[in-house]
Each structure stands twice: as structure tokens, then as C-alpha cells.
């Protein structure tokens, strides 16, 4: 996942955008994501727009 925020961080630089960015990827369930996603969107449409197309598959399973 870091070479997801390392792209990420390129185009959308910034701490909040870092902290939303991995609070995205941490979520482990739908509702939480959809509730991040949304706090994202507020804050910045255009890194919204881009994690948005990054398929579920492409992000490898957290092991906690």
C-alpha cells in the first residue's frame, strides 16, 4: 500500500490528505469506507476522484 500513497502524495500533497488517504485504506468494512470517502471528498473532489478509481482488488488485504 505505501507505492499507493507515494503516487498518491505526488499529485495531492498535504497532512489531511495523508491522514484521509489512510484512513481510506485501513477501513475494513463498507460503511466505514463510504464515511471516509465522503470526509475526502469534502476536503479535496480531485484526490476523492482518484482513489475512486483505484479497483478494490488492486489494494492488497491489511493482515493485523
Known amino acids: 500500500m505505501r507505492h ?3 503516487n498518491f502524495r505526488k499529485i495531492f500533497p498535504g497532512k489531511m490528505l495523508k ?3 489512510w484512513r481510506v485504506v485501513y477501513c475494513t468494512y463498507p460503511q466505514a469506507w ?3 470517502m465522503l470526509e475526502l471528498k469534502e476536503v479535496n473532489e ?7 478509481t ?3 482488488r488492486q489494494v ?3 493482515i493485523t
Open 19 to 21: 491522514r484521509l488517504m
Open 54 to 56: 483505484i479497483p478494490p
Open 34 to 36: 463510504e464515511k471516509v
Open 60 to 62: 492488497p488485504p491489511l
Open 46 to 52: 480531485d484526490a476523492f476522484k482518484h482513489l475512486i
Open 4 to 6: 499507493l500513497y507515494e
